[in-house]
């Protein structure tokens, strides 16, 4: 079978040189996450080269109190003391085409997304949010989107483990009304 997916290539390096080098320049997006907190200008420079569409910083936070969450870095193990909201907001006006946030208190517990994190951060940025970090049901796929307010979700170990197929997640989405791509079968 033929499947048209878009090339992600991951990181900015230290210059758009070693981006390039890398041989990221030109893929579909470029997913930023460390490099976006110890250079705050990568995500505008690869926006200027390859727009802003192509841009998704990867942010993962945890809870530090009710209401307030921390940038963590190197798998959620590093806290930067910088604020999720500030810096969703930020990476959002900086170049970012997309954020995706994920939960590292839910991350791998399949108890559902952290929707007050979801929902904070999609009703403070005007770009697209992809929620991960938590799926255990069908279901935490559409809470993401109806009570978290994401523009997508994302899940692992749900399909990794193999409870539900990607299919079978699309099906339960797009039963809900939710919009769902369709991947196209070549004749």
Not at 30 to 45: F, L, M, Q
Not at 50 to 61: E, K, L, N
Not at 98 to 111: A, H, N, Q, V
Request: proline letters at 3%; aromatic letters at 4%; one cysteine or more.
């Amino acid at each position: 079978e033929n499947a048209r997916a878009p090339l992600s290539g991951g990181g900015c390096g230290r210059t758009m040189r070693a981006r390039r080098r890398r041989g990221v320049a030109g893929a579909g997006t470029v997913g930023i996450k460390a490099g976006a907190v110890t250079r705050s200008e990568c995500g505008k420079e690869v926006a200027e080269e390859d727009g802003d569409q192509c841009i998704v910083v990867s942010i993962d936070s945890r809870q530090t109190a009710p209401g307030k969450w921390e940038v963590f870095t190197h798998g959620g193990r590093k806290g930067t003391g910088l604020d999720t909201l500030d810096w969703a907001r930020r990476m959002a006006q900086s170049g970012a085409g997309e954020l995706l946030i994920t939960s590292m208190d839910r991350d791998g517990t399949r108890s559902g997304f952290d929707l007050e994190l979801t929902r904070a951060i999609s009703d403070a940025v005007p770009v697209p949010v992809i929620a991960s970090g938590g799926v255990g049901s069908l279901d935490d796929l559409l809470d993401g989107v109806t009570r978290g307010g994401a523009s997508a979700v994302l899940a692992a170990s749900i399909f990794h483990f193999g409870e539900f197929t990607i299919a079978q997640a699309k099906a339960h989405l797009a039963a809900a009304g939710v919009p769902v791509r369709q991947i196209s079968r070549p004749a």
